[in-house]
């Protein structure tokens, strides 16, 4: 038997309270995490996805020598049925952090993302100028049979910016990761394949 929801929503957010971070194998059923997937591969099929840019608020800028990987923007008001559990987990996660860590987080926002075989995204803090207000970063991974030899991980500096001390988080399906947004120093690895995901942020009001 698996761990309940609201079992596994407190011992991340207890995590986060204890050490700041936290990796969870299985936070959503394959089945949902297969239609994000092919719900991504639709609007990918479509053009809605962009070249990512660096640097919050209204003007990002595209800096593929700093990350080259693609986005697309979810609206929380329009949900789709893929979508719908995703979110709905979110929140009750959301919820947990609050009870936890006092954090007052009222919203998120994220998008899909799609690293083509040999993108990257180099080492940053998700807290910089123009986005102070993202508190807590979740990034759930979609793919199906991720090897080892595929590359394509999270690593994850847990001493600040001194890059001694990391942990590698394979992207596998079902996984999130979460951190404190304006603690970890984290980097995405290279992928021999293509790599998705959904990356976003637990946020405060400006
Ligand atoms: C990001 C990011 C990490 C990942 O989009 O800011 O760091 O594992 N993503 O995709
Ligand atoms: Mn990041």
């Known amino acids: 038997?698996?761990?309940?929801?609201?079992?596994?929503?407190?011992?991340?957010?207890?995590e986060l309270a204890t050490v700041g971070w936290s990796v969870c194998t299985d936070f959503l059923p394959p089945v949902q995490i297969a239609a994000l997937a092919d719900e991504l591969r639709a609007r990918w099929v479509e053009g809605a996805f962009h070249q990512a840019g660096v640097g919050g608020g209204a003007h990002p800028h595209l800096?593929?020598?700093?990350?080259?990987?693609?986005?697309?923007?979810?609206?929380?008001?329009a949900q789709t049925p893929a979508q719908?559990?995703?979110?709905?987990?979110?929140e009750a996660l959301r919820l947990a952090i609050n009870r936890q860590l006092f954090l007052g987080l009222f919203g998120f926002e994220g998008h899909m993302a799609v690293y083509p075989p040999?993108?990257?995204?180099?080492?940053?803090?998700?807290?910089?100028?123009?986005?102070?207000?993202?508190?807590?970063?979740?990034?759930?991974?979609l793919n199906d049979r991720w090897q080892p030899n595929d590359g394509?991980?999270?690593r994850l500096y847990l001493d600040g910016n001194d890059a001694g001390?990391?942990?590698?988080?394979p992207p596998c399906g079902g996984t999130l990761?979460?951190?404190?947004?304006?603690?970890?120093?984290?980097?995405?690895?290279?992928?021999?394949?293509e790599r998705l995901s959904v990356t976003g942020w637990f946020r405060v009001r400006e």
């Open 1 to 14: 038997m698996g761990l309940g929801d609201a079992t596994r929503h407190d011992r991340i957010a207890g």
């Open 63 to 77: 800096r593929p020598e700093i990350r080259s990987d693609r986005v697309y923007w979810l609206e929380d008001a």
């Open 84 to 90: 719908a559990p995703y979110f709905a987990a979110l």
């Open 118 to 141: 040999g993108s990257f995204y180099t080492r940053h803090l998700d807290q910089f100028h123009g986005v102070a207000y993202r508190k807590v970063s979740a990034i759930l991974y």
């Open 152 to 154: 394509g991980q999270l």
């Open 165 to 169: 001390n990391s942990i590698d988080v």
């Open 177 to 193: 990761a979460c951190f404190l947004s304006d603690r970890f120093y984290h980097e995405v690895l290279p992928a021999t394949r």
